[in-house]
Every structure is written in C-alpha cells, then in structure tokens.
C-alpha cells in the first residue's frame, strides 16, 4: 500500500493537555500536510511543512519534519473539547502528478 | 463564498443501480478529486484530473466512472460494476501550483 502510517490510531487526553501524533512516509516528497476531520465532514486544511523545513508553528500546533526518517509529528499544545476530530497526514508525492498520498489517521477525543 | 459542493449529502443505491455524485467548485481550480473512506480508515484516491476533458485513473477506480467537461465540475459515477460501494465519498480541489486541497462535505452512499 502507498498510505502512509499514522500513530497511535486513537488517543484520548484531559482538555489543557498536549496531544502528540506520529505519522511516517514511504516516497521522498515535496511537502507533508496535516489536515483534520470533524465526524461525518469533510477534510480541513492545517498546516503544511515543505521538504526543507524541519518545524513549523501555527497557532497551539507545531509540527516537525525528518526526511532522513521519512516521520513527521503534529503537536497540538494546550487541548480543547473542540479539538476532538480525526487528523491525518498527506504527503505530495516528489512525481509530478499532484496525487496526495494519506495516512491512515489519529482520531483524538479531548475529554472536558 | 468560494468553496466546494458535493451533493446529495446521503445517497442510497439499489443493488444493480448506478447514481452519480455531484462535485462543483467554484474556486477556479484546475485539480479536481474523488476519495474513498471507509469507516476507521484513510482515504483511498479514485480519480483525479487536472484539466477540462482529462483525468487519471487512482488507486481503487475500478466500478467508478467521471467527467471533466467543464472546469467547475467533476461527477463520479459508481456502477454496478462497483461490489462494495456503501462508503463515504469526499470530493477535492487544488489550485495551480498551490499544495493545499479543500474538501467538500462529502456524500455518504449506502447500498440498500
């Protein structure tokens, strides 16, 4: 399979603490991009951190990239309720031909 | 608002039918494409296209037919052909040289 891998498959944390998630690759890429789904809606575009970066900051997220590991991780600071949702990552294949290749997902449920 | 459609939001098929899912975006983007998710997983890519009158096979596009003949537009047809098609199907875009996709709300097919 070309999907890339998410870790763990489900986390569930107290509201006001941090939320880490894994996510390793397959190909060499262009960029990585973390995107969140609310149940039963559509996919919301987070973050994106180019193949040259190794950490990127927006807002309470913060991701991090290693192209030598093929990993990145997504850090969600201080959590809210509102933050309960599926995230996943996407890589833009390094070919030329615009696909996405996703992850398999991290559903995160902050409890209040 | 700029953004992108899907419709109907639920669609039910009878064993033997085809329906069509409608997909229209007036973000003037050049990329269109259809996802797979079943429930607990990733999204698996259909078909893609990147301009009027053209598009490409995904991962998973056998039982699955569309169209590109306007810009704006991108409908998915699942056929007969497609032996498990009760899934939730989310539509895509991506401007030219953009990396970012916007997500419509997605069609939930089930078979009946």
């Known amino acids: 399979s070309q999907q890339g891998e998410e870790d763990p498959q489900a986390l569930s944390i107290q509201e006001g603490e941090n939320a880490t998630m894994n996510c390793s690759y397959k190909?060499?890429?262009?960029?990585l991009q973390w995107y969140r789904q609310n149940s039963g809606r559509g996919l919301v575009h987070l973050i994106l951190?180019?193949?040259?970066?190794r950490e990127k900051h927006s807002g309470r997220l913060r991701v991090t990239l290693d192209t030598s590991k093929k990993s990145s991780s997504l850090l969600i600071t201080a959590s809210r309720a509102a933050d309960t949702a599926s995230y996943f990552c996407?890589?833009?294949?390094?070919?030329?031909?615009?696909?996405?290749?996703f992850g398999t997902g991290t559903r995160l449920k902050v409890l209040a | 608002d700029g953004g992108i459609t899907q419709s109907p939001k639920y669609l039910f098929r009878k064993e033997g039918q085809n329906v069509t899912l409608s997909c229209e975006q007036n973000?003037?983007?050049?990329?269109m494409y259809w996802y797979r998710q079943d429930p607990g997983q990733g999204l698996r890519l259909i078909y893609y296209?990147?301009?009027?009158?053209?598009?490409q096979k995904g991962d998973i596009a056998e039982g699955y037919s569309v169209s590109r003949e306007k810009k704006e537009s991108f409908p998915l047809t699942v056929t007969s052909a497609q032996k498990n098609p009760t899934a939730f199907y989310l539509c895509?875009?991506?401007?030219?040289?953009?990396?970012?996709?916007?997500f419509g709300q997605g069609t939930r097919l089930t078979v009946v």
């Open positions: 296209s990147q301009i009027v009158n053209d598009f």
């Open positions: 973000l003037n983007h050049d990329t």
């Open positions: 996407a890589t833009d294949a390094n070919s030329g031909t615009y696909k996405y290749i």
């Open positions: 951190i180019r193949s040259n970066e």
């Open positions: 895509a875009s991506r401007g030219f040289g953009r990396a970012e996709a916007f």
């Open positions: 190909t060499s890429i262009n960029n």
